[in-house]
């Protein structure tokens, strides 16, 4: 495919960190090939996509979308590109808020390893982003994001030689920028392969779209929910009320929101089929987290690490993935990067977090020698102590079937069976103390592996105003 694939890479780790996990001085060679070198590419160069585009939907809950068994027709276009590629229904979130999240998308690292789990936390120098490989590689890489905790300040933006951050309007109801920003990168930069992240901030709080959206999804309704994150903050501090009926209007207009997503993706896949880049690219959508309408008692997200705000899709399309397939494992927002890179035939250049999925489809290799993953990082953790916020932060380890919720601040656990349980209403923590020893036991152990992000200077006032009129403070 005419570009290199030349140098081996191995910065991301501190020196001990390479000692620790046998990666200093050469040792690297005795390494099982799935850690140091990309399974799937490695083997199908012939089959490796050009092009690499990462759509990350912010807010996205998995349940709301046709192909993860939605009702109503919210994604054809989602659903059609699943149908053609991969779809992996059982994927969870490193975390409930946006900036734990996408540095899990984007470092392959868990946020206990990659450090930015509260605003006063810069993502450490050393750690590599899959922009930082792709470009390593060659890649031109460019990202147009829409939420403030991926511009800039917190470093999300390393790596890109293109990026644009279109400023997040709470109430826009029409498609965001971030579309005609793609339009116009795409027209000048796609004649080399390229590395496009592009992040959506279009069905996040307030829920809105346009009315021809709107008349398809939202039923009468009479109520005083207005669907803002202005009131939605109101209710959680105990100033609103909001019933059952007022989250199925709720409900009605977040739907409503992901159709006009919907329809901008096909408008950006048509492009890319106009311009001959759709099939040898390999796009990928996904989210950081879900959103809550009172299935727990709750609005909005960060908050808990129930399954409406970590369950969240993924969806892969193009060269490299085998047949069509639905694939049910466990899987994490940390197997993004690996897989990418394995796809790409580049070795992976450090311990990861994540695993290289590619195995599930080329070896049939259902367990993936895994037996766990977590989640961490809920509300409290966004911001430093000194704005008063009490840390409370909830964590969860998943097993395949079982999920244990954690609470750091009272010490509660909480136990579900996904499998008879799936909306988490029924806890069983009583009846399983074997079983919830031997997860916690997990948990704790996970979480005594421990970085801390960079620090930063305070928030500005400014910076203060704009999270709290996004409803973050
Ligand atoms: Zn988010």
Redesign the pocket.
Known sequence: MGMSRKRTYSRGLTRREMLKYGLYGGLAAGLPGSLWLGGCGKKQADIRPTNIILISI??LRADHLGCYGYQRPTSPTLDKLASQGLLFEDVTATSP??LP?HGSMLTGLYPNRHGLKSLDKYLPTDVVTLADVLKEHDFSTATVVN?I?LSRKWGLDRGFDDFTYVEEIPDLWMPSEVEHHTVKWLSKNSSQPFFLFLHYYDV?SDYSSTLRYEKQFVRPYKGVADGTTVQLSLFRKNLVSLNQVDAEHLIDLYDASIRQLDDGIARLLKLLETRGLLDNSLIIVTS??GEEFLDHGGVL?SQTQYQELIHIPLIMRGPGLGQPKRLSNIISLVDVMPTVLSLLGIAIPYSMDGIDLCRLWEKSDTQLGRRYIFAEGSKESVVPQEYDVKHDIKRAVRHPRYKLHYNKLTKEKRLFDLQNDPKEKIDIVSKHTPLVDSMFAQLKSFMGISKAGSSLPPLTPEEINKLKSLGYL
């Open positions: 912010d807010t808020w946006t999240s939420s905790y996040h950081d987290h997200h």
